[in-house]
């Protein structure tokens, strides 16, 4: 019988790999099959990689682990997180379990809604355009409709116009935004295809000539926010809740602190993405330029701190996420990825990619204002510098332990540590 689900694995980050790779398969009940993909160290085949790219010469695979402690709105989660930076999926694991209490940390989405953009220049009258395309809206959004009945079928589709006249270096432009209701895909190419077909009606319409038919990136109709609460005695006491929020009032007001910070967020939203097969550029496009929503670059998330004292972490971002499309179905990866976090619904995968988002933002702000940065990074550092050394097995700890307590932490004295270890093996 598998064992209860939780998210709750005490001591997983201790145990040998193959264990816990038993551990997740027993939890989520990993066939035979999806347990030796795991072990194929990428699961790609090269005919796989070569269907989905050009110029195809070999696969590049990366550490895929899994974040424990994860709660939102009351569920657990197991999360696939992939990359190569040290110290990400620790911090998340740590600080979800900071905010498991309760219900854990709160998520709630809007519409799956991407914007396409359809560009139209030399308009001989704007004010006319305008009506023309108002006049026009019903057929026009049923006209992209018909393009693909599936989405429609599942809800979604054209949804509305709407038109952005604009002035430019070179003269004024209309930028008609089509609004598509996305469902569980990410949605670019249902949304490039509906705004590629309506263009030729446009230009007709308007009198113009249309150039540009694609989706925008800032997805700022498909939103998600996420909230988490922190316990003041979890994280150090009053001071260190204070101190939280100064580190966050300061990535706030100056964007040279700030897009660190972000970037830190984006450390867990783009491990979730990656392991997932998602658009990891598409996301990081629109958390960035959301950031810049009230004229200047500033934090994704706020801090501060509640009556009692607690610290509370909200944040709101742009989750252009899917579950059909793209590589999502066809990554043999992202399959087990998505049976490893459970989840039905695009939403739900971009409410868990936010709350991972705001753990990751919360473990950075700690570090920062408790230890430094280094302390933890220094020793994962070096460990990657004593298996560049060649260490194996036991050496690499006991190397790890040498560099460490040496204080010189680079690759020369790596290398002196494992050869003289090696030497006496
Ligand atoms: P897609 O076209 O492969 O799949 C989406 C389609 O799946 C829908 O149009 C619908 O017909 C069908 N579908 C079936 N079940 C559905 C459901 N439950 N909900 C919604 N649709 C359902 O993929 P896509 O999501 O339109 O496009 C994503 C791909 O486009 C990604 O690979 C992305 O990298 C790429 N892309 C991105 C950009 C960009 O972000 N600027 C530009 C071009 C292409």
């Known amino acids: 019988m ?11 980050y201790k145990k040998p790999v193959e264990e816990r790779i038993s551990v997740i398969a027993e939890m989520v009940g990993l066939s035979d099959e999806e347990v030796s993909t795991l072990k194929s160290r990428g699961g790609l ?16 695979a990366y550490p895929f682990s899994v974040a424990v402690n994860f709660r939102v709105n009351g569920r657990d989660y197991l999360v696939p997180m992939a990359g190569e930076e040290p110290s990400v999926v620790a911090a998340a694991s740590n600080m979800a379990r900071l905010m498991r209490d309760g219900e854990g940390i709160k998520a709630t ?7 396409g953009q359809i560009q139209v220049l030399d ?20 006209s992209a409709n018909e393009l693909d009945p599936v989405l429609v079928k599942f809800g979604g589709g054209a949804k509305d116009l709407e038109l952005r006249p604009i002035e430019t270096e070179i003269g004024p432009m209309l930028i008609v935004h089509v609004l598509v209701d996305c ?41 998600v926010t996420v909230e988490g609460v922190v316990k003041k005695n979890e994280i ?48 990081e496009a629109g958390a960035h330029a959301y950031a810049v929503k009230d004229g200047r670059y500033k934090s994704m998330s706020r801090w501060s701190k509640n009556r009692d004292g607690d610290l509370v972490g909200i944040m ?18 992202a399959q087990i990825a998505r049976k490893i976090l459970n989840v039905d619904k695009a939403s739900e995968l971009g409410e868990i990619m936010c709350a991972v988002g705001l753990a990751q933002n919360l473990g950075a702000l700690r570090a920062l204002t408790q230890e430094g940065i280094q302390q933890g990074h220094m020793r994962l550092h070096a460990r990657n510098l004593v298996v560049m050394a060649g260490a194996t097995g036991d050496q690499v700890e006991r190397a790890v332990k040498e560099l460490v307590d040496g204080g010189e932490i680079r690759f020369p004295k790596a290398q002196e540590i494992v050869r003289r270890i090696k030497g006496s093996a």
């Open 45 to 60: 085949s090269l005919e796989a990689a070569d269907h989905m790219t050009e110029n195809v010469v070999g696969t590049i």
């Open 316 to 333: 709101t971002l742009p989750m252009a996420v899917g579950l059909v499309g793209g590589a999502t179905r066809s990554h043999p990866m």
């Open 183 to 223: 469902r569980d895909a990410m949605g670019a190419n249902a949304v490039n295809t509906m705004a590629e077909a309506l263009a030729p009606t446009i230009a007709e319409l308007t009198g113009g000539r249309t150039l540009l038919r694609i989706i925008s990136n800032l997805a700022d109709r498909r939103l």
């Open 123 to 142: 308009i001989p009258d704007m004010k006319a355009a305008v009506k023309a395309i108002k006049r026009n809206k019903k057929t026009l959004l049923d």
């Open 109 to 115: 989405y809007t519409d799956p809604i991407m914007i």
């Open 2 to 12: 598998a064992p209860e689900f939780t998210s709750r694995i005490s001591g997983f």
């Open 236 to 283: 150090g006491g009053e001071k260190a809740v204070d101190n939280i929020v100064a580190a966050w009032a300061f990535a706030d007001a100056d964007p040279y602190r700030a897009a660190t910070h972000n970037k830190g967020i984006m450390n867990g939203v783009a491990a979730v993405a990656l392991a997932l097969a998602q658009d990891h550029r598409a996301i």
